[in-house]
Structure formats: structure tokens, C-alpha cells
């Protein structure tokens, strides 16, 4: 079977506009939207095992661990659940910095959301950066900032503003050499490409289900061996099992139904047989050779057009995503213009501030196309449309 981008977008009633917005949140298909009303709507209390209202809620939280770990080729048994990626990586780095003395080092990356930078830099640790080539968005080399007092390594999976994928079982291989721990951010990976974070090398692998067609949530998956290390500030009476015991308060059940309904749509991309996982491997495969097409046409176009200035050109595979501006135009009047025509391609950092200043775009950033699972070739045509019919002074 092959990918049907109509027969897909059939399950997403908001798609009122062509949306170039996911980086920033995807859009919802029915299905992820009945699970969260339907769990909303259901008897249900916190977990346990005496009532049917338990009993539900303890089968919510068992079904999204095992919808995650099937995403992320992950022990179910350590994936974790928060507010956020940001929460749950602030969370993370104060939890880890506990134990580092005024001499330990971590490396971060100004390729990054600052979502994986703020919360390592404020741990009060010695900061050593990696920078990038603006011209290509390529990362610099990680293994020459490396110590023995290297404790941690904050590295994306793919660049939210570029869409650079640097190599990160290479990465993983050197922050282990150097016996240190490497924390991804796979924000803007996961919804593009299939992902195991074992086969990564992820000590700590990051996501948000908002950007794979779920509720908003951020989601932490590790070795349960290496959470059961870490000890987490927590209530007295709250459970100190593994992965509970980093999860803050009552989870949000309607959220994670949501997340597994997100998960087990992403699986029927490509409608075929087997295990989750096999399924999820195929359609994100599937959904890899659409986006990758869309993304050249995409590309290809802006080029074409005078006056318009791309951003990075990575050598290596990367996510469907451009950054671009318009001679003599700003950000915000392109983003504008383009919004007024049906088009939303927002303008700015994205809070990929250190990566934005980087290139030379200062803390106002630029306009981002990302492409999603539903977007077609009409959507990328549209969005040349209004570049091309800028009014221009």
C-alpha cells in the first residue's frame, strides 16, 4: 500500500488553511480528538485496581507507555510523562545536577531549541558550547569539547529552524567514550522519521505528541536501570517506582488516550500488517518519501524566486523544514501576508534563539514552512503563490 495524503486529511476537520505550522503543533485528526473526549466522559479515578473507574485509568497510563515505547522502540517501563519537553528536561537537569561539582562540564549546541539549552546552562555547570556552519547547518564537531569532566551532552535530533539531522549515533558514541550521558531533544524528529532510541545511542530521548498529531504533553523515555539512579524532589506519600516517581501530581488521562489514539493513527499511514512497531516503521517510512518529495518541490520553488533567501542547506538527510526570508520585506509582514491568503507560515525563532542569532537573524528570526503528514502538493504551491505576490516596496 501506498501513502494517500487525501484519504489522510479526511481525518483532520481543522484544516481550514495550509498549515506550514507544524514545527510549532500539528493539527489533530478526529480520532486523537474522540480519545480525549471520550476519556473525559468516562468514569474514571486514580489508579488502582478495586474499581472499573481505577482500573480504566490504570489501563490508560499501561496503554500510552506501551504506544510510546512502540514509538520509540523503548522499554515501556521508562517512558515518562509531563507537562512538557521543557518541564520534563528542567526537571531532568536539576535532578542530574545534584550530583555535579563546580568543576563537571556539559555541551550544548547552538543548533538547539532552547529547550535543551536553558536548563543545562542555569545547572550552574561549566557551559561549553557547539556551534554550526550558517552556510550549510551543518554541527560542528562535538567530540573536540569533550573531558573526562564532561557529564552531559544536550544535543537535537533535527534542528526545529533548519532541519539539520546530525549524525547522533556518531555523537553517542564519542559522549560515551568520554563516560558522560547524551540527552536528545527529538521534538522535531519524531513526527518525520522512524526512531529508536537505543539504535540512536539516546541516553534521555525528548518528544512532544503535539508534534505528531496528539494532545499537548512532553514525553522522556530512558533504560529504567539508569532512572533508578536518579531521585527526583517528590511528595512523601507519591510512589518511588520507576517511572512514577518522576511524574508530578495526577497524570493527565484524557491526554495520554490521546497520545496513544496519535501513536496508533501514525501506524495507519500506510495501511498494512503486524506488530505496532512494523506498522509504525512502514507509514513513517511511507510518510518520509511524501515529505521528502514535497520538501524538494518546496525548496525548488523558493529558489526560484527573486529576492528569497534560504537558510542552511544540510548535506546530510534532513527533516522537512525551511527557513527563509524576503529582501526588502519582514519577517513579520511575509508571515502576514501570507496568513491574509490561507497560508500560515509563522515568522520568528521559534525559541531557537541561539540557532536564529547564529545565522544572523538577530532575536526576530525568520519564516519557517514545515511540512506535515497532511500537506499536498497544492498546499507547497500555494505557499510559492504568496511569496510570489508579495507586494513589494
Not at 487525501?6 to 481543522?14: G, L, S, Y
Not at 547552538?110 to 536553558?118: E, G, K
Not at 518522576?246 to 488521562?253: A, K, M, R, S
Given at each position: 500500500m501506498t501513502y494517500d495524503?487525501?484519504?489522510?486529511?479526511?481525518?483532520?476537520?481543522?484544516?481550514?488553511?495550509?498549515?506550514?505550522?507544524?514545527?510549532?503543533g500539528s493539527q489533530v485528526p478526529d480520532v486523537v480528538g474522540a480519545a480525549v473526549a471520550g476519556t473525559?466522559?468516562?468514569?474514571?479515578?486514580?489508579?488502582?485496581?478495586?474499581?472499573?473507574?481505577?482500573?480504566?485509568?490504570?489501563?490508560?497510563?499501561?496503554?500510552?507507555?506501551?504506544?510510546?515505547?512502540?514509538?520509540?522502540?523503548?522499554?515501556?517501563?521508562?517512558?515518562?510523562?509531563?507537562?512538557?519537553?521543557?518541564?520534563?528536561?528542567?526537571?531532568?537537569?536539576?535532578?542530574?545536577?545534584?550530583?555535579?561539582?563546580?568543576?563537571?562540564?556539559?555541551?550544548?549546541?547552538r543548533l538547539d531549541h532552547d529547550a535543551n539549552i536553558r536548563?543545562?546552562?542555569?545547572?550552574?555547570?561549566?557551559?561549553?558550547?557547539?556551534?554550526?556552519?550558517p552556510a550549510t547547518g551543518e554541527l560542528d564537531p562535538i567530540g573536540p569539547l569533550l573531558s573526562e569532566r564532561?557529564?552531559?551532552?544536550?544535543?537535537?535530533?533535527?534542528?526545529?529552524?533548519?532541519?539539520?539531522?546530525?549524525?547522533?549515533?556518531?555523537?553517542?558514541?564519542?559522549?560515551?567514550?568520554?563516560?558522560?550521558?547524551?540527552?536528545?531533544?527529538?521534538?522535531?524528529?519524531?513526527?518525520?522519521?522512524?526512531?529508536?532510541?537505543?539504535?540512536?545511542?539516546?541516553?534521555?530521548?525528548?518528544?512532544?505528541?503535539?508534534?505528531f498529531l496528539g494532545p499537548h504533553l512532553g514525553v522522556l523515555a530512558a533504560a529504567p536501570a539508569l532512572l533508578e539512579t536518579l531521585h527526583p524532589d517528590k511528595l512523601l506519600p507519591s510512589t518511588d517506582a520507576v517511572p512514577e516517581r518522576f511524574e508530578l501530581g495526577t497524570l493527565p488521562y484524557e491526554l495520554l488516550a490521546g497520545t496513544t489514539a496519535a501513536i496508533?493513527?501514525?501506524a495507519g499511514l500506510v495501511p498494512g500488517t503486524g506488530s505496532?512497531?512494523?506498522?509504525?516503521?512502514?507509514?513513517?517510512?511511507?510518510?518520509?518519501?511524501?515529505?521528502?518529495?514535497?520538501?524538494?518541490?518546496?525548496?525548488?520553488?523558493?529558489?526560484?524566486?527573486?529576492?528569497?533567501?534560504?537558510?542552511?542547506?544540510?548535506?546530510?538527510r534532513r527533516?522537512?523544514?525551511?527557513?527563509?526570508?524576503?529582501?526588502?520585506?519582514?519577517?513579520?509582514?511575509?508571515?502576514?501576508?501570507?496568513?491574509?491568503v490561507g497560508v500560515n507560515a509563522p515568522a520568528g525563532s521559534f525559541y531557537a534563539i541561539e540557532c536564529s542569532r547564529h545565522l544572523g537573524l538577530g532575536d526576530t528570526g525568520a519564516v519557517r514552512a514545515g511540512i506535515a503528514p497532511y500537506t499536498t502538493e497544492e498546499d507547497v504551491d500555494r505557499l510559492l503563490a504568496g511569496v510570489e505576490s508579495l507586494p513589494r516596496g
Amino acid at each position: 500500500m501506498t501513502y494517500d495524503v487525501w484519504k489522510i486529511r479526511d481525518h483532520f476537520p481543522a484544516l481550514d488553511a495550509a498549515h506550514f505550522d507544524g514545527p510549532g503543533g500539528s493539527q489533530v485528526p478526529d480520532v486523537v480528538g474522540a480519545a480525549v473526549a471520550g476519556t473525559l466522559c468516562a468514569a474514571i479515578a486514580n489508579r488502582g485496581v478495586v474499581t472499573a473507574a481505577e482500573r480504566r485509568a490504570s489501563a490508560v497510563v499501561a496503554e500510552a507507555r506501551q504506544a510510546v515505547a512502540d514509538l520509540l522502540a523503548a522499554d515501556p517501563a521508562g517512558v515518562v510523562f509531563g507537562r512538557s519537553m521543557t518541564q520534563l528536561t528542567y526537571d531532568l537537569s536539576r535532578t542530574l545536577a545534584r550530583n555535579w561539582g563546580p568543576d563537571d562540564e556539559v555541551v550544548v549546541t547552538r543548533l538547539d531549541h532552547d529547550a535543551n539549552i536553558r536548563p543545562w546552562v542555569q545547572t550552574g555547570a561549566k557551559v561549553r558550547w557547539a556551534g554550526f556552519d550558517p552556510a550549510t547547518g551543518e554541527l560542528d564537531p562535538i567530540g573536540p569539547l569533550l573531558s573526562e569532566r564532561t557529564r552531559l551532552v544536550a544535543v537535537t535530533a533535527a534542528s526545529n529552524l533548519l532541519g539539520t539531522r546530525p549524525d547522533i549515533p556518531a555523537i553517542a558514541a564519542e559522549v560515551h567514550d568520554a563516560g558522560a550521558l547524551l540527552y536528545v531533544d527529538g521534538v522535531h524528529l519524531t513526527p518525520h522519521a522512524s526512531v529508536s532510541a537505543g539504535e540512536l545511542g539516546a541516553d534521555f530521548y525528548a518528544c512532544s505528541p503535539y508534534k505528531f498529531l496528539g494532545p499537548h504533553l512532553g514525553v522522556l523515555a530512558a533504560a529504567p536501570a539508569l532512572l533508578e539512579t536518579l531521585h527526583p524532589d517528590k511528595l512523601l506519600p507519591s510512589t518511588d517506582a520507576v517511572p512514577e516517581r518522576f511524574e508530578l501530581g495526577t497524570l493527565p488521562y484524557e491526554l495520554l488516550a490521546g497520545t496513544t489514539a496519535a501513536i496508533d493513527f501514525l501506524a495507519g499511514l500506510v495501511p498494512g500488517t503486524g506488530s505496532r512497531r512494523a506498522r509504525l516503521e512502514a507509514s513513517m517510512a511511507g510518510l518520509e518519501a511524501h515529505e521528502d518529495a514535497l520538501l524538494a518541490r518546496l525548496d525548488g520553488g523558493l529558489a526560484s524566486l527573486p529576492g528569497v533567501t534560504r537558510y542552511g542547506a544540510p548535506e546530510r538527510r534532513r527533516t522537512p523544514t525551511v527557513l527563509f526570508s524576503v529582501d526588502g520585506v519582514p519577517s513579520q509582514a511575509v508571515y502576514e501576508h501570507l496568513g491574509a491568503v490561507g497560508v500560515n507560515a509563522p515568522a520568528g525563532s521559534f525559541y531557537a534563539i541561539e540557532c536564529s542569532r547564529h545565522l544572523g537573524l538577530g532575536d526576530t528570526g525568520a519564516v519557517r514552512a514545515g511540512i506535515a503528514p497532511y500537506t499536498t502538493e497544492e498546499d507547497v504551491d500555494r505557499l510559492l503563490a504568496g511569496v510570489e505576490s508579495l507586494p513589494r516596496g
